[in-house]
């Protein structure tokens, strides 16, 4: 996959983590998105390196699509403790 494809996965990972993390978020839809497209490359990272599954040239696999998605969640959860209360 090309980097565009992994920005809009990420952008589509984020938006499935905002999904089933519903709330408040600091960063609004701006930080939510970023945390979308970095929790894909960290998910891809990780799977390709510790899972052995290796990071897949297909848009559409599924493995890719849960390790992104995995990734948007820790990010989302991390960064939604470090920096949840800054808006008080």
Same mark, same amino acid.
């Given at each position: 996959?090309?980097?565009?494809?992994?920005?809009?996965? *990420?952008?589509?990972? *984020?938006?499935?983590?905002?999904?089933?993390?519903?709330?408040?978020?600091?960063?609004?839809?701006?930080?939510?998105?970023?945390?979308?497209?970095?929790?894909?490359?960290?998910?891809?990272?990780?799977?390709?390196?510790?899972?052995?599954?290796?990071?897949?040239?297909?848009?559409?696999?599924?493995?890719?699509?849960?390790?992104?998605?995995?990734?948007?969640?820790?990010?989302?959860?991390?960064?939604?403790?470090?920096?949840?209360?800054?808006?008080?």
């Amino acid at each position: 996959m090309t980097i565009v494809s992994w920005i809009i996965l *990420g952008l589509l990972a *984020g938006a499935v983590a905002k999904l089933l993390l519903p709330g408040k978020d600091p960063g609004g839809l701006v930080g939510t998105t970023l945390i979308g497209i970095s929790g894909a490359f960290i998910g891809g990272w990780i799977s390709s390196r510790w899972l052995d599954h290796s990071i897949s040239k297909h848009f559409f696999d599924g493995p890719t699509w849960a390790a992104a998605i995995g990734g948007s969640l820790v990010l989302l959860i991390v960064y939604r403790i470090l920096f949840g209360d800054s808006r008080r």
